[in-house]
Each structure stands twice: as C-alpha cells, then as structure tokens.
C-alpha cells in the first residue's frame, strides 16, 4: 500500500511517500525550485517521491494533506472578526488569498494533482489530517518506541499551538491542546521579528545570538507578557502583538514595554538585542521544562517524541534530556511543517487504513532522514562535465583519504554523498566539512564560504562510539536536534581578561580542543555518525581520527547563506566555484577549485534572498 503527504501553502512545502508504513522518500521543494522555505504546491518533490518509489499517481492508494483547510479558514475569519474593526487593512489584503488557498483549497489540489493524472479519483483518493495530527504521527510513528508521549509546539495549524498525544502501537490518541493566539512559537517569531531577523526562518539565529547575552529581559516578559503556570501552559496578554490581525508581530506597547522599536535588519547587534534573545530562550526553555515534567507527571510514560517548529530548539532539546524525566526521547528530523508530509502519510496508513506498525528495535523510521535523491558516479560526471567542470574519479578507499588529508591539512570541503537530507539539517550527504579543531575554521567558514554572519555557530559531527569521550552526552543525537556542553577535560581555561569580555567579543575565543565547533557557553550542536545510517561519512571521520586522533568534524550545510541545500551535482559545483571552497567530492569524483576554469568562478550570492 502506497500513501502520498503532502504540506504546501504556508513555508517548507514537501512530499513524503510511504509504502507499506516505511517512509521510501521525502523532500522539500526548495530543493528542487532553489527557492528557501518554497510555499508552492510540491510539484518536483512529488515527482521524485514517485519516481523514487517506482510508481505514478494512479499506483497511489491515497493522497493526504496535512492540514484541514476549513478549520484553518474558520480561525483566520473568526479571528479577525474577534478583533474587528482593528485589522480591516490586514483582512482586506488576505481575504483574495484566503479564498483561493484556504476555502476553495481542495479544488485546488484535485486540479494539481490532476496534472499528473487527468482521471486522479480525488473524490475517493484525497483525505485531510489536521496539522498538529499530522506533526505529532510525524514523530511517534517513526520512533522507535511501542508507547510514547507526544508533545507537539509550534506556531499554529488550525487552532491548537501546543498538543499533548499518546501513542501506543498503531494508536494516537490526542489528549489536550492549547489554541491560538496562545501560542509558544508565535512569541518565540515574535522576539525573532523584534531582534530584526526573518520570522519563519531566522528563529536559529536568536537561538544562536543566547549565549553572547544574559537574560535581564526574562521576568520582564514573565510578568508582562505571558502568564505561566505550573504545567507549563500559559497565556498570552495580546495587547503586546499584532499577528493576529496586523501586518507585523509586534506593536507600539512591546516597543515601550521594552524601550525600544524593533531592530532593523540591517542595524547593528547590540548588546541589547543579545540580551533579548537570551531572555526569551531562557523563557522557552522554561516553559517547555515545565510541559514535559506535568507531561510525564501525567501519563508516566518512559518515552517522550517531540514535533513541531518548537522541537527544533535543540537547546531546549537537551535540557529536556539532561532533565531525565524521560529514558528516552526521540525528535522528528524534520520537525517543521516539511515533517507534516511524513506524519499525514503515516498517520493515514496507520490511523484512517488501521494498518499495523513494526517497532524496529533500535533504529527508528526515519533512515538517518536520508530520503531525497542520489546520483551515480556516472550521472553525476555527465552533468558535471556538462557544466565545465574538471574531476578525478578516484575508488572508495583512496577518495576517503584524500579528503581526510586535505581536512587534516585545515581545508574545507563540501560532501556530496548519497541520498539528499530531508529535514533542515545536513547529516553528512549535502554538508560543508571542516576541522574541528582550527581556531580560525568558524570564521572563515561563515566570512568566506557561507557568507553569513559571524556569530553563528557550527555542528560538530562525532563517531558515535566516541561522543561521551568529547561531549557531556552519551546517547544517539542523529539528527543534530540535541545540544551538550564539550566535557570539561576538552576545556581551554580562559584568561581573566578573556572571562570579562562582552558580546560578539568572546566570538574569537578558543574554548576547548575543538573551538570550531564549540559554542561561546562551551556547547555544541551534536551529531552522532553510525556506521549503520551513514557508513561513508562513519568512514571518513574515522579516517580523519586516524590521522590525528580526534573523531570530530564541523559540519554545516551544504549551501551559501540565503540558499537551499544543495540538491544536484550542479549546484555542488556552483557553491564550489561561488565560495572559497578548497574542493567537493561528489560521490566519487573530486573537484578541487585550483584545477577548475577560472572564467566559471561566479558570485552567485545574490540570487538568493538573504534569511
């Protein structure tokens, strides 16, 4: 049995296919339309599920979409008319939108999926899940867990924002929600748009921006803003926001409450500002604490899985670990509305078809989140050929020694190995490499190559097997979702003068043995390399501990700033000769820049729009 999810409409559109309840393929749009966080129906995503899963539309038993859009079109209308007259501007301006994506969104569906059958039985075929179902079937269904809680948190579907579950075998059982405007992702877009960043994407940066701050702001939001009991539920005084019916998040009142209007993205980062982000991390990290104790506390599960925009707040993730209420967690890679793809087909297969679910030890569902396309080595050497490019094709063992030399030899490179990511994290087939233990690699890599700004931090990849040995963790964290401090024996001792400096000061200095990847509060973004998920890049790191004696690589996504992850061997060899890259390999071919055709070095960093 074929199952078809699909998320569009809103940002990170996606299609997954499922067979037989093993997810064979998923992939964001954006990949393939090389536009970041693509809203539009998944045309070329659905088209490789298909091609993947050696079927067409006709072979597909249903196509479900992960959300309901009457429910939403009800929140939208009923929301305006809750705060009428205000927000008559913002209404008058959605309203075309609304009906032609929201109300009338089946028939547009029915006609898109009809482009790739004319006779689809869209009457019969098309089912809906709603959008915190489809998150939290996104997450328990792949788990590797017979019964788990389920905590989903983003900014809104529907109505709920915040949704606890329970899943037992083929069972999800929902068990309370939270509803709009009340909303923990919504507060957290809100400080996001406030610090002069993007909403729906540059939510990572203020997660990143924390650590350069202290949060002074943190009883200033608890007492003002939102209302948090015990359980961790709260309450959100909307005299603060505008996104409700506005054209912004937040108003004049968050300006005052705060002493400032919001940031301008291109002004500069302030103390202030890191302050900021640090206060309302602080207050995330507390509130989701507090839901996962009353949480375990209530259903005395040993599993917790999490979904939901919120669960890719890797810091929190790992408080939530270190706080041990639970044996085990397990998050969806793709915790975003990508993800809702994946959980509307499984939640389909197991829940409408009432099929059975194989708990596979171990491993989860998710196949390390490898899911997208892969190229052979002769594919790729046409297209590559065809885009100018020059390559050695060298055999397994001598292509993993030579970009472990040349790692060894402080040079990054970009890994273009096997089937695409799916989920906003490169795990080490579209990833930028590096070593970890230069002082200068996270400079240069984000001045140089990801030509972004400095103060964002990088990822260490780490063997598995010697992640306790680095890292105050010691347990899987696959999908880079779970942050944890370097062990203090890996510390550097900082000077006094060093411990007194402020802000984007403390950026240049060395922490531990691996400042690369070394955050300025001594944590790190860790991924965990199996041998069994990813055996070339298990290779290549161990490689690279064999020659020097550390098994940890930075890893960061395969792109420049503004630009989706590299999908093709075109766009490899793009982001090679648009960056200071050293070389790529991709597959078994090797590229190195000072080979390459000087007249097809290219600054294509203004094709995309920055995040």
């Known amino acids: 049995m074929r199952i078809l999810g699909l998320s569009a409409f809103y940002h990170d559109s996606a299609a997954a296919l499922v067979e037989d309840g093993r997810v064979v393929a998923a992939a964001q749009e954006e990949r393939f339309t090389r536009k970041k966080h693509d809203s539009s129906f998944p045309h070329q995503a659905m088209a490789y599920c298909l091609e993947a899963a050696r079927t067409d539309l006709d072979g597909i038993e249903h196509v479900v979409f992960y959300d309901k859009p009457f429910l939403k079109f009800e929140r939208l209308l009923e929301t305006y008319l809750s705060f009428a007259p205000s927000g008559f501007r913002s209404f008058r301006m959605a309203i075309p939108l609304w009906l032609r994506e929201k109300l009338f969104q089946k028939q ?88 002069g960043f993007k909403v729906n994407s540059g939510e990572y940066k203020v997660m990143g921006l924390a650590p350069y701050g202290e949060p002074k702001f943190k009883n200033l939001i608890l007492d003002n803003v939102i209302d948090v009991k015990q359980d961790g539920t709260f309450w959100l005084d909307q005299s603060y926001f505008d996104y409700c019916t506005g054209l912004r998040m937040t108003n004049d009142k968050f300006d005052r409450l705060f002493g400032a209007p919001a940031r301008k993205p291109d002004e500069l980062l302030t103390q202030r500002y890191m302050d900021l982000a640090a206060s309302i991390q602080a207050v995330t990290e507390e509130i989701v604490l507090r839901l996962t104790r009353s949480l375990q506390a209530e259903t005395g599960a040993e599993n917790l899985c999490l979904s939901g925009g919120v669960a890719l707040n890797c810091v929190a993730n790992g408080k939530v670990l270190r ?35 194989n708990v596979g030890g171990a491993a989860d569902g ?61 795990l080490g087939n579209r990833s930028i490499i590096a070593d970890g233990r230069s002082a200068t690699m996270q400079s240069a890599l984000n001045l140089q190559i990801k030509y972004r700004e400095s103060f964002r931090p990088f990822a260490p990849a780490v063997l598995r097997e010697d992640v306790a040995d680095w890292f105050d963790l010691d347990a899987d964290s696959p999908y880079m979702l779970l942050i944890a401090d370097v062990v203090v024996r890996r510390r550097r001792q900082m000077t006094a003068q060093e411990r007194g400096l402020f802000g984007i000061e403390k950026l240049n200095v060395p922490r531990s043995e691996i400042p690369a990847v070394t955050h300025v509060d001594y944590s790190a973004r860790v991924q965990t390399v199996h041998a069994e998920t990813n055996p070339r890049f298990h290779a290549l790191l161990s490689a690279f501990k064999a020659q020097t004696g550390c098994p940890v690589l930075v890893n960061t996504s395969f792109n420049v700033r503004g630009e989706p992850i590299v999908c093709t061997p075109e766009d490899a060899f793009r982001c090679l000769m648009g960056t200071e890259l050293h070389a790529i390999a991709v597959g078994n071919l090797y590229l190195t820049k000072d080979t390459q055709d000087a007249s097809l070095k290219r600054d294509y960093t203004g094709d995309f729009e920055l995040d």
Request: aromatic letters at 12%; charged letters at 25%; hydrophobic letters at 45%.
């Open 323 to 357: 706080d041990a209420k639970f044996k085990r967690i397990w998050i969806q890679p793709a915790a975003g509305d990508a993800g809702g793809a994946v959980g509307a087909a499984l939640a389909a297969y197991h829940i409408h078809k009432g099929a059975k679910r």
């Open 366 to 426: 998710m196949s390390g989140a490898y899911l997208g396309p892969a190229f052979s080595d002769d594919d790729s050497a046409g297209r590559l050929t065809a885009a100018g490019a020059k390559f050695e094709r060298l055999d397994d063992d001598a292509l993993i020694a030579r970009a472990a030399a040349d790692l060894a030899d402080g040079k990054a490179l970009g890994w273009f190995q096997g089937r695409m990511e799916f989920g906003p994290r490169a």
């Open 108 to 195: 547009l569906l029915r006609d898109e999926l009809r482009k790739f059958s004319r006779d689809f039985d869209w009457e019969r075929k098309l089912l809906f899940t709603e959008h915190h179902q489809s998150h939290a079937a996104s997450a328990f269904f792949p788990s590797p867990f017979e019964e788990a809680a389920v905590l989903t948190m983003d900014g809104v579907g529907e109505w709920a924002t915040t949704s606890v579950s329970f899943g037992r075998g083929n069972h999800l059982t929902m068990l309370k929600e939270l509803h709009f405007p009340h909303s923990l992702g919504l507060l957290y877009s809100a400080f996001t748009y406030y610090t």
